[in-house]
């Protein structure tokens, strides 16, 4: 952001912060209720850092980040000579040229942009237009915006001696404000989220979004489908259309689920006003706010949880210090303490009755106490799930969201294909481990050598060394030929099920690894044999 941008009325921006600061405060402080009406007070960007800091207890204690979630309230809509005036300059047309109709008074406003209903002109062999929602961009909002983080960054240096949470850096906390801010104010990166989230969900029949209308979108102004259906927690318009709500709130829950463990790429913000019901169908909106996951994420993330489903401690410490990053020494043996009454205490409740919110706001704030950050996408998650379960206590609560998981990871660990790759990487694991330790006596011999060269005694026992060399040789290629047999023996079994050509009445996969299985095992064999006429001979020549 430049200088010259941020630096317009700074000065005056700064008087009207620590007064409305006075205004808000106290004497015993400032209250969750105060800072959220501070925070209301002094507008979009505050508002805007106000909805991310809910989901961020390491920052805040949980009283006011409960507050801060009521942030997400209208705000004071746009006068339609504004919004007039940027559709003209984005569209570079007058507003009558593109839409056949434009409601004045807007479907929602909020900090950044308000929507207005409107319909499109008609192309050609049409006779109506496409009904749509325009999203238009509130006028000077990035400037503002970038005076305003421009300033809290300069307080944050100041600020920086003081400890604010175990391992939060403030001014880092700001900079990813922005940069998701920046995103969120360039309304393409939506179009493109909303197209990306669309083709991952192309093969589930009860999943819809809305179209987005490419030729009319730009970095302030949307233009998408207008969806009309039933909000999602209108429960009697739900059930006056014969809906089930459980079996709504179990897709729901499902698809959510899908989002975070297989696609990666997940909606932050699922609440009642982007969620509708129509044709049987849920529709999802606004997809200015995403999270993403990284394959490596998601496979700790599924570590973590099965890990507190088997009541593995060991396991889960692992995810948890792999999953984040440590800053400073970490005490392993305080971690695996807490943990294990963590696992414990989440161990013997029913799956139904678990809240996955508070579970792993809990583990959040277990690994924050350790020294230990989550990734960005992981504060995200948090904040969704926290959206999604408040959602579904409402429209249908008998479906939980961590039961639903625990299907999906339970169904997940025993899929053909997952076993095959994880059989697979586990006999490259074995193998190599298998190879190293046979050149691990050879390694040994050769330096021994080099180190005690030249004595003739020593070149006797080589000798003899040599000999113990040749048969740790030969248990190692023993070891990984049974390794391998029985890897391949496994794997066959396990491809046995899967729809593919059959070969002597096995799926091709499943035989071509039982050939394999048993080849190995006769090599294994063959090597137990050499071994045994080896060590008869050695006892006859002793003799």
């Known amino acids: 952001m430049s200088d010259t941008t941020a630096g317009k009325g700074t000065g005056r921006r700064l008087r009207e912060i620590v007064s409305l600061l006075i205004k808000h405060c106290s004497p015993s402080g400032l209250s969750p209720e105060g800072l959220r009406a501070l925070f209301e007070d002094l507008g979009p960007t505050f508002v805007k850092i106000g909805q991310m800091l809910s989901s961020r207890q390491d920052m805040l ?13 209208e705000a004071e809509p746009m006068p339609i000579d504004q919004v007039r005036a940027v559709l003209e300059e984005e569209l570079d047309a007058p507003i009558e040229e593109v839409f056949s109709s434009f409601q004045e008074k807007p479907l929602g406003s909020a900090s950044i942009a308000q929507v207005h209903a409107a319909v499109l002109q008609p192309e050609r062999g049409e006779t109506i237009g496409k009904a749509v929602a325009v999203k238009v961009q509130r ?21 920086k001696p003081i400890p604010i949470g175990e391992v939060v850096d403030l001014s880092m906390v700001l900079e990813e404000i922005w ?16 197209a990306l989230f669309a083709d991952n969900a192309k093969d589930i029949a009860w999943v819809a979004c809305p179209a987005v209308y490419s030729a009319y979108t730009t970095a302030r102004l949307l233009v998408m489908e207008r969806v009309e259906g039933i909000p999602i927690d209108h429960i009697a318009a739900l059930d006056a259309a014969g809906y089930d709500r ?18 990666g790429f997940f909606h932050a913000d699922p609440h009642s006003g982007n969620l509708v019901i129509r044709d049987g169908k849920i529709v999802w909106l606004d997809f200015g706010m995403m999270g993403r996951l990284s394959p490596r994420d998601r496979k700790l993330i599924r570590m973590a949880l099965r890990s507190i489903a088997l009541q593995d401690v060991d396991g889960l410490v692992s995810a948890v210090l792999t999953l984040g990053e440590t800053r400073g020494a970490v005490d392993r043996a305080k971690l695996t303490e807490d943990m294990d009454a963590f696992v414990g205490k989440y161990g013997d409740m029913d799956l139904g009755s678990m809240n996955l919110a508070a579970l792993l706001t809990e583990l959040m704030d277990l690994a924050m ?9 992981l504060s995200l998650l948090a904040r969704g799930i926290v959206s999604l379960e408040g959602l579904l206590s409402k429209v249908s609560p008998d479906i939980s969201l961590l039961e639903v998981a625990a299907h999906r990871l339970s169904r997940d660990l025993f899929h053909p294909e997952d076993w095959g790759h994880e059989v697979r990487q586990d006999l490259r694991t074995l193998i190599d481990a298998a190879q190293r330790s046979s050149a691990l006596p050879r390694q040994l011999s050769e330096v021994l050598q080099l180190a005690e060269q030249g004595q003739l005694k020593v070149q006797a026992e080589h000798t003899q060394s040599r000999e113990t060399q040749d048969a740790q040789d030969r248990r190692a290629a023993m070891l990984t030929a049974a390794i391998l047999a029985a890897g391949c023996l496994i794997a066959a079994g396990l491809f046995s099920g899967v729809d593919a050509p059959s070969l002597a009445g096995l799926p091709w996969p499943s035989f071509v690894f039982a050939v ?28």
């Not at 409960?66 to 309230?73: A, D, H, M, P, T």
């Open 61 to 73: 204690p949980a009283p006011y980040c409960k507050e801060l979630e009521k942030l997400r309230v």
């Open 516 to 543: 394999l299985g048993l080849t190995a095992g006769i090599w294994a064999v063959c090597l137990a044999c050499r071994r045994h006429r080896g060590n008869h001979r050695r006892q006859s020549h002793h003799q």
């Open 179 to 194: 940069a998701v801010t920046q995103e969120e104010m360039d309304f393409r990166t939506e179009a493109r989220n909303a």
């Open 369 to 377: 106490a350790h020294g230990i950050a989550m990734p960005d996408g």
């Open 246 to 263: 459980s079996e709504i709130g179990r897709k729901l829950a499902d698809h959510y689920v899908r989002q975070v463990l297989d696609d």
């Open 139 to 159: 006028p000077g909002i990035y400037e503002t915006m970038a005076r305003d983080i421009t300033l809290l960054q300069r307080a944050a240096k100041m600020l």
